[in-house]
Nanobody
Framework: QVQLVESGGGLVQAGGSLRLSCAAS????????MGWFRQAPGKEREFLAA????????YYADSVKGRFTLSRDNAKNTVLLQMNSLKPEDTAVYYC????????????????????WGQGTQVTVSS
């Protein structure tokens, strides 16, 4: 199996920046794609971004394009989510997830296509 651990969450003022990290361990060779989701109280889980370990450009949700940047460090089995221009609406628990298959396009948006999940890290943006 694959273990995922998120870190980097915290409290930040509106307009500020925060960087989240997701460290993967275990049978990481079984995972092809790393994705980021978030869930606010009373809301559905929302897809943010995804990237392939093997290469290529990240895939972003329209809601975060231009503000969030996803990158990878294959040597450290770690993906980073740089979040800029944060808004109070960004307040949520942020999760990273690993998919076994090489999904593409809209399939990346479906949380059911991700097998392994981290415990989440809280991000709070104050106004």
């Amino acid at each position: 199996q694959v273990q995922l651990v998120e870190s980097g969450g915290g409290l930040v003022q509106a307009g500020g920046s925060l960087r989240l990290s997701c460290a993967a361990s275990g049978r990481t060779s079984s995972s092809n794609i790393m994705g980021w989701f978030r869930q606010a109280p009373g809301k559905e889980r929302e897809f943010l971004a995804a990237i392939r370990w093997s290469g290529g450009s990240p895939y972003y949700a329209d809601s975060v394009k231009g503000r969030f940047t996803l990158s990878r460090d294959n040597a450290k089995n770690t993906v980073l989510l740089q979040m800029n221009s944060l808004k109070p609406e960004d307040t949520a628990v942020y999760y990273c997830a690993a998919a076994l298959l090489s999904w593409s396009g809209k399939a990346l948006l479906n949380e059911e296509n991700y097998r392994y999940w981290g415990q989440g890290t809280q991000v709070t943006v104050s106004s």
